[in-house]
């Protein structure tokens, strides 16, 4: 008897040490999933009414909206116990949730933004809330005949049961990235309701003009003390976004002289920089538009052409994941300019210049902190899935700061026009997804 109760006391303990393991902050802290997704859309529904449509502008912020709303999210953060919460001159909110735990740990921040996209209208947004998806079509606007569906949103298949939100259809809703500020401010009020759940010191950080790419430029890296940091600016449950592309810009100028009688243009020194600037575009490779590319494959893209008397200026961008191939984009863009130069010999003057943006992020990330977000999925039942996106990040600027910054999913789609929606269900398993994340930060050895 004592051999079989001895037997079966070494089956129990261990079972009874891992079921104490296993008990996560969700038991200890009766986590209300019902409860968080609707402070979830109350504070996405919210923060869409302010218009913060970022503008092409040499100000930080580029419009008053912004400063309106960073305002407001800093009362709000005060509100739910965040210590020193700064609004600087531009619009950057940052503040504090002070570590509980009475060891150093490494401080972790995590960022959003407050502007929306310049390629559709922020103002008198009117979000609309659709309970409980059932499958099918989402009206947004039956008179328009505005509607989701699989054809213009594949992830919908994936979302029976969640609750959708739109906007009206006559404006984007903002989800890029007001969903990821709603999961930060109540990731702020979770942790201050919730004390005994164990953490570091934590940052938290909102910032303007991430569509332009001016915002993050201001952002003092040196004084936010973090050692990592996460943006949550994503799209899909479990996207972790630790790579971008490389980013070059290039300006192509082509002066000639088109002073002259157009009936005499033969026998005068007539040069066309509007043709020159059209022979420029049309010998870049067209299979290497961004319309046709996909995945790995980057791109060339023209964005303006612009022309003042006798000077045209091209001025368009390129997109490669390897220095490899954009060594390759250079050359391309480099022999169409020296042949156009070459056809036109009556040309006054040629100048091309290419720009660095931004590089891919990857080079740069420590892979613990990649990983770490890993576990923290996979500790929420998430499958991770590594991302490379076909664009920058804010992160992307930061890694090169010194701050790696992979970027996690927040359940926005469609980003960037009157289609975009937010899923409140995916929001919520990203709110899980930091709040562990900055537990398991808690553990990890360093100086407060």
């Given at each position: 008897m004592r051999k079989l109760w001895m037997t079966g006391l070494a089956i129990v303990l261990p079972l009874v040490c891992l079921a104490q393991a296993l008990q996560d902050w969700k038991a200890l802290s009766q986590y209300d999933k019902e409860a968080v997704k609707k402070q979830l859309t109350q504070r996405l529904t919210r923060y869409v009414t302010f218009d913060t449509q970022a503008r092409e502008s040499d100000q930080v912020p580029s419009t008053p909206g912004q400063t309106k709303l960073a305002k407001e999210l800093a009362k709000e953060l005060k509100k739910n116990g965040a210590q020193h919460v700064q609004v600087d001159k531009f619009s950057i909110v940052t503040a504090e949730i002070p570590s509980n735990v009475d060891k150093p740990t490494p401080t972790v921040a995590f960022l959003a933004h407050s502007d929306t996209a310049l390629e559709a209208s922020g103002r008198n947004v009117r979000p609309q809330i659709h309970s409980s998806y059932k499958g099918g079509p989402i009206?947004?606007?039956?008179?328009?005949?505005?509607?989701?569906?699989?054809?213009?949103?594949?992830?919908?298949?994936?979302?029976?049961?969640?609750?959708?939100?739109?906007?009206?259809?006559?404006?984007?809703?903002?989800?890029?990235?007001?969903?990821?500020?709603?999961?930060?401010?109540?990731?702020?009020?979770?942790?201050?309701?919730?004390?005994?759940?164990?953490?570091?010191?934590?940052?938290?950080?909102?910032?303007?003009?991430?569509?332009?790419?001016?915002?993050?430029?201001?952002?003092d890296v040196a004084a936010l003390g973090a050692q990592a940091a996460y943006t949550l600016d994503g799209s899909d449950l479990g996207e972790l976004t630790d790579e971008t592309f490389n980013a070059k810009a290039f300006t192509a100028v082509f002066e000639g002289y088109r002073a002259v009688h157009p009936?005499?243009?033969?026998?005068?020194?007539?040069?066309?920089?509007?043709?020159?600037?059209?022979?420029?575009?049309?010998l870049l490779?067209?299979?290497?538009?961004?319309?046709?590319?996909?995945?790995?494959?980057?791109?060339?893209?023209?964005d303006s052409?612009?022309?003042?008397?006798?000077?045209?200026?091209?001025?368009?961008?390129?997109?490669?994941?390897?220095?490899?191939?954009?060594?390759?984009?250079?050359?391309?863009?480099?022999?169409?300019?020296?042949?156009v130069k070459a056809m036109n010999y009556k040309g006054k003057d040629f100048s091309l210049v290419f720009t660095d943006q931004y590089r891919n992020m990857k080079s740069v990330l420590p892979p613990h902190v990649v990983k770490l977000a890993e576990t923290a999925m996979r500790q929420e039942g998430i499958t991770p899935k590594r991302h490379a996106a076909r664009g920058g990040t804010d992160g992307a600027q930061l890694s090169f700061k010194g701050l790696p910054t992979p970027n996690l999913f927040s359940g926005q789609y469609n980003m960037h026009s009157t289609l975009e929606y937010a899923d409140v269900d995916v929001m919520e398993a990203s709110l899980r997804t930091v709040l562990r994340l900055a537990m398991l930060w808690a553990e990890q050895p360093g100086t407060n």
């Amino acid at each position: 008897m004592r051999k079989l109760w001895m037997t079966g006391l070494a089956i129990v303990l261990p079972l009874v040490c891992l079921a104490q393991a296993l008990q996560d902050w969700k038991a200890l802290s009766q986590y209300d999933k019902e409860a968080v997704k609707k402070q979830l859309t109350q504070r996405l529904t919210r923060y869409v009414t302010f218009d913060t449509q970022a503008r092409e502008s040499d100000q930080v912020p580029s419009t008053p909206g912004q400063t309106k709303l960073a305002k407001e999210l800093a009362k709000e953060l005060k509100k739910n116990g965040a210590q020193h919460v700064q609004v600087d001159k531009f619009s950057i909110v940052t503040a504090e949730i002070p570590s509980n735990v009475d060891k150093p740990t490494p401080t972790v921040a995590f960022l959003a933004h407050s502007d929306t996209a310049l390629e559709a209208s922020g103002r008198n947004v009117r979000p609309q809330i659709h309970s409980s998806y059932k499958g099918g079509p989402i009206v947004i606007d039956q008179a328009h005949k505005i509607t989701l569906d699989l054809s213009n949103a594949p992830q919908l298949a994936r979302a029976k049961g969640h609750d959708i939100i739109t906007a009206s259809g006559d404006t984007l809703l903002g989800a890029d990235d007001k969903s990821g500020v709603a999961i930060l401010l109540t990731l702020t009020q979770y942790f201050y309701d919730h004390p005994s759940l164990k953490h570091g010191p934590i940052k938290i950080v909102f910032t303007p003009d991430e569509e332009t790419g001016a915002g993050i430029d201001h952002l003092d890296v040196a004084a936010l003390g973090a050692q990592a940091a996460y943006t949550l600016d994503g799209s899909d449950l479990g996207e972790l976004t630790d790579e971008t592309f490389n980013a070059k810009a290039f300006t192509a100028v082509f002066e000639g002289y088109r002073a002259v009688h157009p009936g005499q243009a033969m026998h005068a020194p007539f040069a066309d920089n509007v043709l020159m600037a059209s022979d420029f575009h049309t010998l870049l490779p067209r299979y290497k538009r961004p319309e046709n590319t996909a995945e790995r494959r980057g791109f060339i893209l023209v964005d303006s052409i612009t022309t003042e008397a006798d000077r045209t200026e091209v001025k368009g961008i390129l997109r490669a994941f390897s220095d490899e191939e954009m060594k390759t984009l250079v050359n391309d863009v480099t022999q169409a300019f020296n042949t156009v130069k070459a056809m036109n010999y009556k040309g006054k003057d040629f100048s091309l210049v290419f720009t660095d943006q931004y590089r891919n992020m990857k080079s740069v990330l420590p892979p613990h902190v990649v990983k770490l977000a890993e576990t923290a999925m996979r500790q929420e039942g998430i499958t991770p899935k590594r991302h490379a996106a076909r664009g920058g990040t804010d992160g992307a600027q930061l890694s090169f700061k010194g701050l790696p910054t992979p970027n996690l999913f927040s359940g926005q789609y469609n980003m960037h026009s009157t289609l975009e929606y937010a899923d409140v269900d995916v929001m919520e398993a990203s709110l899980r997804t930091v709040l562990r994340l900055a537990m398991l930060w808690a553990e990890q050895p360093g100086t407060n």
